[in-house]
């Protein structure tokens, strides 16, 4: 047990806005950190130029919540806030996203740097999606661009109109070149490359239609087009709680190459398909040589396991293991165990159930390992990739996306008239991420499903980043032994430097956007110690707390906090493909000795008590995981007493979402370096340079210990609560006596994480937000404000966790009865809010070891002194 476990929140306060006196919902910017301009009644005449507002339709940035007949596709070939301005001049209009993704720029599509040239730093946005209600107006509009392309003159009250077409490079109904990805042509054109005479599979998206039949109809014309081409059906999947509908199909290298040399033909020209999609790429990569397994010590711990509380969706792991005997729930219906030809083959789960259950085996000073037992069902098995090996990849013949969503029906809900598989469950590691889907601005169907399942089943669901393993050029070094010299600061900095020019090509892999998931990136960290390096291969960093060279960078859906935080991933090692430039390095795929997390594997002989060293997004994210079993035992420990919570099991998930992230803070000299370098050549906006950082640290990186043990300068208090749309609970917390009036360091962080429902319809997506603030005077009685080491405040609270620290030195004196009052308040992020919304609030409150105050101890008293007056 803790020796100073957490504490209790007083129950709240519940503030509820009187009737008539609600308060508004504030409109979004327009741009993330700039100013929304004022249009003037000038462009109200736009009103008489295509019908009423309501007539001209909303943008929409996620695809899937618009229909093929009323779709229009915007390319913007300006600077993206002079576009932002002239669109909010037109009434009725709606922006709803800033781009599908990005491209370097070229003659045509550039942003203008300050000379009027083109700037080749600057990728540009591309895609934008609007929708109109009718036809009518549609092809009023496709005729204003056409006009406007041949330089005519628009008519009379059509200014508004001119000022949007000015900003575009195209303007054109939905159809072959946006249903052809860019994914889906550098996959095709690989494979043709690589293996010419190998059959191709692709995913068929299409507009997701209520009506049953019209879905069915839509599949069977696009399937009597396939067999005109010899093609073959794999799999077909409806979900309608995400809009989904697609199918798996098969056709031979000439089909692709048809498609590739005239894209506006054959199966691209199918009006009721959405996008045709590279089939999604779903492994889990090992980074770790067997031939450098060394035997690993298990001792009798005589626990008794509990049920299980996490499951692990993975390979299948080797579970005579002596770490895994008798600790695993395998749950395989599909058979997948049979599919490996030996347990070297196995690497992939058993190093995720390792890691889950013991954490890195290279600590010195280990954890006893987890108390419960982990449900583990197998959604990979080995496939060949390449000549002499093979990969854990998942089913080759079925859509990933709709294994998992069979999944958890399966774990909660029970197929046919069986049982649910896995009721006890609340947190489910997915350390896999799709490599053939990048995030590019609209939310994939598998973030789309990750978010509604956690929603549905109140699961808090990790995944991982994703590992990118392009290479970079670093531009600024001539030779290898140049670089290998430099102090280990200036050699983070040109590494760091090249990543910053290669950032638009180093995005999230699906389904790491997900709102309701906590993402986990890889901390350059691990309990190796420094032991030389391989040829051509160098330390890249200095610090700990950035993410790898591999570790997928954020930001997420609408410049959300992506990844959230950061766990240890091995202190990863990048190796050079030449001694002399141009010089390209890339993350050293095997660690062996010199760096990673230590984990369970099989050994060459297929020896059941070995571990090697992994590295990467996954491990990070099984170590997460492991976390958070560790923070549910500590809760499990926590005494029975008034100042300390009995805790509800159905807010669990919430609260350790939440306590997972609670601990996390930018690391100052790590931020100060990457302030400078995203500030090199310009001068960004403040706000612009902390979404810049925030891609690299997220929140940062948690320190478990400070979350499951207080300390005697350091109290942390958990509440939660369920709230409606527009109420507010209001918390205080007895502050100590002893800390009225004194100078010195003091700090308050607060955390709240929730699970939301989702909409399809807006442009939000997510229906409920969350912040915290002052409940009465502004510093909460302390004396404190916003750190400038976070991300900018704006961005808190984007997606489902809200994470924010206040810090001050200033003595202060008590207000409000000693109390630092603390407002949580629920809002709607999408329209109407209808249903109830549970959240778990955490708060720290700590001062530097200068100050004599011992902050746990009297914060505890007086909550049971506040205990003892209510009874």
């Not at 790429?281 to 060394?294: N, Y």
């Not at 973030?447 to 980043?465: G, K, P, Q």
């Not at 994210?621 to 976390?627: E, G, I, M, Q, R």
């Not at 992020?829 to 011992?854: F, H, K, R, W």
Request: net charge negative; charged share 25%; with cysteine.
């Amino acid at each position: 047990m803790a020796e100073r476990p957490l504490l209790a929140m007083p129950r709240p306060e519940r503030r509820t806005p009187k009737a008539g006196n609600a308060p508004r919902e504030k409109v979004p910017a327009v741009g993330a950190g700039r100013q929304a301009t004022r249009i003037g009644p000038k462009f109200e005449r736009l009103e008489r130029t295509l019908g009423e507002p309501e007539r001209l339709g909303e943008l929409r940035e996620d695809a899937a919540a618009i229909v093929p007949e009323r779709a229009l596709v915007f390319e913007v070939a300006s600077d993206m806030a002079d576009f932002y301005r002239a669109y909010r001049g037109i009434p009725g209009l709606e922006f709803l996203g800033e781009d599908e993704g990005e491209a370097a720029p070229d003659d045509d599509f550039f942003i203008p740097g300050t000379d009027g040239e083109p700037r080749e730093d600057k990728n540009v946005p591309r895609r934008f999606y609007f929708t109109i209600p009718d036809q009518t107006a549609l092809r009023e509009l496709v005729s204003l661009w056409n006009r406007f392309q041949r330089g005519e003159n628009l008519g009379y009250g059509r200014t508004a109109w001119r000022d949007v077409f000015s900003h575009l490079a195209d303007m054109r109904p939905w159809g072959p070149m946006d249903r052809l990805t860019e994914e889906a042509i550098e996959d095709w054109r690989e494979r043709l490359e690589f293996a010419p005479d190998t059959p191709i599979r692709f995913e068929v998206e299409f507009w997701f239609r209520d009506n049953a039949t019209r879905r069915e109809q839509a599949e069977r014309t696009f399937l009597e087009k396939l067999r005109e081409v010899a093609g073959n059906l794999l799999d077909s999947a409806v979900i309608d709680a995400i809009r989904y509908h697609a199918i798996l199909v098969e056709v031979a290298p000439a089909v692709i190459q048809d498609l590739l040399d005239h894209p506006d033909v054959g199966l691209v020209a199918f009006d009721d398909v959405m996008m045709l999609r590279p089939q999604s790429m779903v492994s889990g990569p090992v980074e770790g040589d067997l031939e450098d397994a060394s035997e690993t010590e298990v001792g009798q711990d005589g626990q008794e396991l509990q049920a299980p509380f996490a499951a692990l969706l993975d390979g299948m792991p080797m579970r005579q293991h002596q770490r895994l005997a008798d600790r695993l729930i395998v749950d395989d219906p599909d058979g997948f165990e049979d599919e490996y030809g030996s347990a070297l083959e196995q690497r992939h789960g058993t190093a995720m159930a390792s890691l889950i259950l013991h954490g890195d085996l290279n600590n010195a000073d280990p954890t006893l390992p987890i108390r419960r037992r982990l449900y583990v069902r197998p959604i990979m098995y080995p496939q060949q990739n390449g000549p002499d090996s093979t990969r854990e990849v998942m089913p080759p013949d079925r859509l990933s996306i709709d294994l998992i969503w069979r999944t958890f029906i399966r774990m909660y809900d029970g197929e046919g008239e069986e049982e649910p598989t896995a009721p006890t469950v609340r947190v489910v590691n997915l350390s896999l991420g799709d490599a053939k889907r990048r995030f590019a601005g609209v939310m994939s169907p598998w973030a789309r499903l990750i978010d509604y399942l956690a929603w549905r089943y109140n699961v808090l669901i990790l995944v991982s980043a994703g590992n990118i393993p392009d290479r970079i050029p670093l531009e600024d070094v001539a030779a290898w032994a140049d670089f290998e010299a430099l102090d280990p600061k200036d050699r983070q900095s040109v590494v760091l430097r090249a990543i910053l020019r290669q950032r638009a090509n180093r995005k999230l892999l699906a389904p790491s956007e997900a709102l309701n998931a906590l993402t986990i990136g890889a901390a350059h960290n691990d309990n190796v110690a420094p032991n030389g390096q391989g040829v051509l291969s160098a330390d890249p960093y200095a610090s700990t707390a950035l993410p790898n060279l591999s570790s997928a960078l954020g930001l997420g859906f609408k410049r959300t906090i992506k990844p959230e935080i950061l766990f240890p991933g091995g202190a990863e090692h990048i190796r050079a493909n030449s001694t002399h430039a141009p010089i390209e390095v890339e993350p050293t795929p095997i660690p062996a000795r010199f760096f990673g997390i230590g984990v369970a594997s099989p050994g060459t002989g297929g020896e059941a008590n070995r571990k090697i060293n992994m590295s990467g997004t996954s491990v990070a994210t099984a170590l997460a995981t492991h976390n958070a079993m560790r923070i549910l035992e500590a809760l499990e420990e926590l005494p029975n007493d008034a100042s300390h919570p009995e805790i509800d099991p159905a807010y669990h998930s919430i609260i350790l979402k939440a306590l997972l992230v609670h601990s996390a803070q930018w690391d100052d000299e790590t931020a100060a370096a990457l302030k400078d370098l995203v500030n090199e050549g310009q001068r960004l906006y403040w706000e612009h340079e902390r979404d810049e950082i925030s891609r690299f640290l997220g929140f940062g990186c948690p320190d478990i210990d400070r979350v499951v043990d207080c300390a005697e300068n350091r109290a942390t208090l958990i509440g939660w609560n369920t709230i409606h749309s527009k109420e507010t609970d209001r918390f205080e917390v007895p502050l100590p006596a002893e800390l009225e009036g004194i100078a010195g360091f003091r700090a308050l962080a607060v955390t709240i994480a929730w699970l939301t429902p989702i909409t399809h319809s807006h442009r939000m997506y997510r229906l409920a937000k969350f912040k915290a603030g002052p409940g009465a005077d502004k510093n909460f009685s302390i004396g404190v404000s916003n750190s400038k080491q976070q991300p900018s405040h704006n961005a808190l609270g984007k997606g489902t966790i809200y994470h924010h620290r206040w810090e001050g030195e200033e003595a202060a004196e008590f207000v409000n009865n000693a109390n630092l009052v603390l407002d949580v308040t629920c809002s709607p992020a999408a329209g109407e809010l209808d249903e109830a919304i549970s959240y778990a609030v955490i708060a720290t409150l700590e001062v530097g070891q200068d100050v004599a105050v011992p902050v746990y101890e009297r914060i505890r008293e007086r909550l049971r002194e506040a205990v003892r007056i209510r009874s």
